[in-house]
């Protein structure tokens, strides 16, 4: 059992221990929440290439010490010469996962991290960018050991890899995955990462930087062009908001499933979650029935926010909660049909001696993305926009220039003792999910912090390295806990002990006194960092 940390003066979770780090320098440095984020979040993306990477999207959740909150949309849009007909033509009826034609939507995380640091400026951040990215450069150029769950994960997916271009001069050894603790490079993505620091962020959008990255994606067939990476741009908006009875929840808006996490949290306000007993079959029963009400909302609405026809907020009306949670019985399962499918992503948190908290989200989608990496950058492509429907009248279909549906929804929570939560984890349709369990145990239940992120978890539908649309729990449930949930109706699965299937959770709490509580996932590789 891990202790939760405490600490006073500021504090990171990550999944990788080396991101924490980078995060923790820039704080101990005098650095604010928002440009450790930074830090972290190049480090990450080189430590950890399976899960992430620049090449992909991402997605912000800023909670001020002032009162106010913002959501930064990081996330990129189709290629203005990606259609249905481009792929039909070609005899497909779905978009491949894997390839140049997966990598079929601008990266947009690069764009998030100018746009944030613009955010910071506006608050007296004053940190240099290449102060910043210098932890992401020296492990990219000097090297970084190899996790187990990097060289497992390689392994299992080395098939459908290894021949992508640029795959297996970037991520194998001699044609092999590369062996735990066995140190790795990626030169190329330092020196691309030297240009950013450099030439500043925008560089990767309208640059030398972009020419580069528009040549080598136009030699290995992807349709993204120059064009597509010029019009580019992060943007901030307004975050979801749900009046729960503990405080003010908040997470970011579509194309992102934010709207599913405070749905599902709003739904369980609404039953008798409280009188029930933590981790029993009751409180997993009601976070998954409120899960499937949330997921029909998902799949009927959530897209592009230019392309739906309802105000996302509008779902989290007070009306509209009351009559959903009318469909909730506490001993019957609803039908359910299938998940969105698999995530790999990372959730990180920081937050400062003056109360600044960051929730944040970077992803490539798959493991390892689309595969493609790029000559002349050393960037792993994402393949985010495999996720779009080849069917035209689908609510996701593929159009130019339209942004995907985003499983990705960092969050964040101002509770009415005046705690201050941000939290989050990775995992396609179990992001919701376990944001809800962490949340109910925690807020709900009192658990401690650690406690509510390292118990047993379990997860409807499909994540990474899933195909399966069971509702999985982790082994250490009782078996009563199996038997009553089947005895109502679920399909139920037993996973691992610790399974990564089931995501990478983290959190921080921020108490009134300004003590500090961190969390982060005995899954996964990461460490709370706090002085």
């Known amino acids: 059992m891990i202790n939760t940390l405490c600490a006073n003066n500021g504090m990171a979770t990550a999944p990788h221990h080396l ?302 909660l009351d009559e959903l949670a009318q469909s909730i019985q506490i001993e019957k399962a609803m039908a359910w049909g299938e998940g969105k499918g698999p995530g790999d992503t990372i959730w990180m948190g920081t937050t400062d001696k003056d109360g600044l908290a960051v929730s944040f989200i970077q992803s490539i989608y798959h493991e390892y993305g689309s595969g493609i990496v790029l000559e002349s950058t050393g960037i792993n492509w994402q393949n985010r926009g495999a996720s779009f429907s080849l069917d035209k009248n689908h609510i996701n279909a593929l159009l130019p220039n339209k942004k995907p549906f985003h499983t990705l929804n960092p969050a964040g929570a101002r509770l009415k003792d005046g705690r201050v939560m941000v939290y989050g984890n990775m995992g396609g349709d179990g992001q919701p999910q376990s944001q809800a369990a962490v949340f109910t145990r925690y807020a709900v239940f009192n658990q401690s912090l650690q406690t509510a992120v390292t118990a047993p978890r379990w997860l409807l539908g499909r994540t990474w390295g899933q195909s399966s649309d069971t509702l999985k729990l982790e082994s250490r449930f009782p078996d009563t806990v199996f038997e009553a949930l089947k005895a109502r109706g679920h399909d139920v699965e037993k996973m691992g002990v610790f399974d990564s299937a089931l995501g990478h959770a983290g959190a921080i709490v921020r108490l009134p006194s300004g003590v500090l509580l961190g969390a982060t996932d005995p899954r996964a590789d990461g460490v709370v960092a706090a002085f």
Request: glycine share 10%; net charge negative.
């Open 19 to 320: 991101a924490s780090q980078s995060a923790l320098k820039v704080l101990r440095d005098g650095g604010n929440a928002i440009e450790a984020m930074v830090a972290a979040a190049a480090t990450i993306a080189v430590v950890y290439p399976h899960m992430n990477s620049i090449g992909g999207d991402g997605f912000w959740l800023i909670l001020k010490p002032n009162g106010e909150q913002i959501a930064i949309d990081a996330s990129g849009a189709a290629a203005g010469g990606a259609n249905i007909e481009s792929y039909l033509n070609r005899g497909l009826t779905k978009i491949p996962f894997r390839g140049a034609i997966a990598a079929n939507t601008v990266a947009g995380t690069i764009s998030g991290w100018h746009k944030a640091l613009e955010v910071s400026t506006s608050m007296g951040g004053s940190k240099r960018l290449d102060q910043l990215l210098q932890d992401a450069i020296n492990y990219a150029q000097d090297g970084f050991p190899v996790t187990e769950g990097q060289s497992d994960l390689t392994k299992n997916k080395l098939s459908e890899l290894k021949d992508i271009p640029g795959f297996a001069e970037t991520f194998l050894v001699g044609g092999e995955p590369p062996k735990p603790t066995s140190m790795m490079t990626n030169r190329r993505l330092g020196q691309t990462l030297k240009k950013l620091a450099s030439q500043g962020l925008d560089s990767f959008y309208r640059g030398e930087l972009a020419q580069e990255i528009a040549k080598d994606l136009s030699k290995v067939g992807s349709p993204v062009s120059l064009e597509d990476l010029n019009n580019h741009f992060a943007k901030i908006n307004q975050p979801l908001h749900l009046q729960h009875s503990l405080g003010d929840l908040y997470n970011v808006p579509p194309p992102s499933q934010g709207l599913v996490s405070l749905i599902i949290l709003g739904l369980l306000d609404r039953t008798n979650l409280k009188n029930v007993q933590v981790d029993s079959a009751d409180h997993v029963h009601l976070v998954v029935e409120a899960t499937k009400l949330a997921f029909k909302i998902r799949d009927s609405a959530i897209t592009d926010p230019q392309y739906m026809s309802q105000n996302a907020q509008e779902w989290l009306g007070k009306d509209c």
